[in-house]
């Protein structure tokens, strides 16, 4: 989908995101949860968000994918991908972008598949919404995508359910359903946390692989900095809403200037990925 570029957009900066303020309606008191939130990414960058649970990470990735509830709620800034303010633009605009401009994967895949639609269906939807192809090519990209994600046998775990699957083969569904039309940015919340670490290894090494063969954007989200070391170029760091602390990720590893940061840094778990 082609959209015109503002003259004061890098021509490879994706998406830019400035002064993001989120503030939940109360009755009795409105209460902010993210302050002030910066974030350029560029093509074919990893970045990482790091932080505890509450930091506000996970709801500001959900502003970017566009999936925060235009209710009960205030949103102040700007999110400009290519050159389209996806904060304040129409509806239309919006869905022309998610999942197909930009794909996301959250934690645990089981909350977010159908559990009584099979695989296949579910990885064929964004190609129905976004394209025009006929039933032959959906199926063909579905395969392609299922293979792309390193399934065995995806012609079997097409026909199945998601409950007859895995939490390492859902999430890697999941990573398939979100890159079947081939975003230029890619949205990871917390994706490896509900696997165990032998599988987690294996999903980074996917995304590491995605990122590279396809030039895929990835913002990775988590509240575990030894996987951020792992995958991401530049780590931004939260804490209550701000991001306190933010720059390469070996040097936030090497001279973290924040307390916090510090910390997080030392909790890290020693495995290798």
């Not at 089981?110 to 579910?122: A, E, F, G, H, S």
């Not at 039933?135 to 792309?148: C, H, I």
């Not at 975003?183 to 696997?195: C, G, M, N, S, V």
């Amino acid at each position: 989908m082609d959209f015109v570029m503002s003259e004061n957009v890098s021509k490879d900066l994706l998406l830019k995101v400035t002064d993001l303020n989120i503030e939940f309606l109360d009755r009795s008191k409105p209460s902010t949860v993210v302050y002030d939130f910066d974030l350029e990414l560029r093509a074919g960058e990893i970045v990482g968000l790091v932080g505890e649970s509450g930091s506000g990470k996970s709801m500001s990735a959900l502003a970017i994918a566009g999936l925060l509830s235009r209710k009960d709620m205030n949103k102040r800034g700007e999110i400009l991908y290519n050159g389209v303010d996806m904060l304040h633009c129409d509806r239309n605009t919006l869905r022309k972008i998610q999942g197909n401009e930009i794909g996301m994967i959250f934690q645990e895949p089981l909350t977010c598949l159908n559990p009584v639609q099979k695989i296949y269906k579910q990885v064929e939807e964004p190609l129905r919404i976004h394209q025009n192809l006929t039933k032959e090519e959906r199926y063909k990209k579905v395969l392609e995508a299922l293979k792309g994600v390193e399934l065995a046998d995806p012609e079997t775990v097409m026909n199945q359910y998601p409950h007859e699957l895995s939490g390492g083969m859902r999430q890697r569904v999941m990573i398939a359903t979100a890159m079947i039309n081939e975003p230029r940015i890619l949205i990871a919340d917390e994706p490896t946390t509900a696997l165990d670490v032998t599988i987690q290894a294996q999903i980074i090494k996917l995304l590491k692989k995605l990122n590279k063969e396809r030039g895929t954007a990835i913002l990775f989200i988590s509240h575990d900095l030894g996987l951020i070391n792992n995958l991401c170029e530049r780590v931004l760091v939260m804490k209550g809403g701000y991001i306190v602390e933010s720059g390469k990720t070996e040097d936030v590893f090497n001279n973290p200037q924040k307390e916090y940061t510090q910390n997080l840094i030392k909790a890290i778990p020693k495995i290798n990925i």
